[in-house]
């Protein structure tokens, strides 16, 4: 998506500390805590025109928010 220049969105639902260690750089990132990220203040940050890329340490939250499992969903 990069390399092709496509518009998309990083959405890091990493804990705040975490981030403050290893969080992203890239321009367009989203910083919003899995537990949080179901809150419909956060849900209207998330743009629905663009893809959006979900990251964490490992995946496992990443994919919780993705699919909805674990999220109260």
């Given at each position: 998506?990069?390399?092709?220049?496509?518009?998309?969105?990083?959405?890091?639902?990493?804990?705040?500390?975490?981030?403050?260690?290893?969080?992203?750089?890239?321009?367009?990132?989203?910083?919003i805590p899995m537990h949080e990220?179901?809150?419909?203040?956060?849900?209207?940050?998330?743009?629905?025109?663009k893809k959006v890329v979900v990251?964490?340490?490992?995946?496992?939250?990443?994919?919780?928010?993705?699919?909805?499992?674990?999220?109260?969903?």
């Open positions: 998506m990069i390399k092709k220049k496509e518009d998309f969105v990083i959405l890091d639902v990493r804990t705040p500390q975490e981030q403050s260690i290893v969080g992203s750089t890239w321009k367009n990132t989203l910083n990220v179901f809150k419909p203040e956060n849900l209207s940050k998330i743009p629905k025109d990251v964490c340490h490992s995946g496992e939250r990443a994919w919780a928010v993705v699919t909805g499992e674990g999220c109260g969903l």
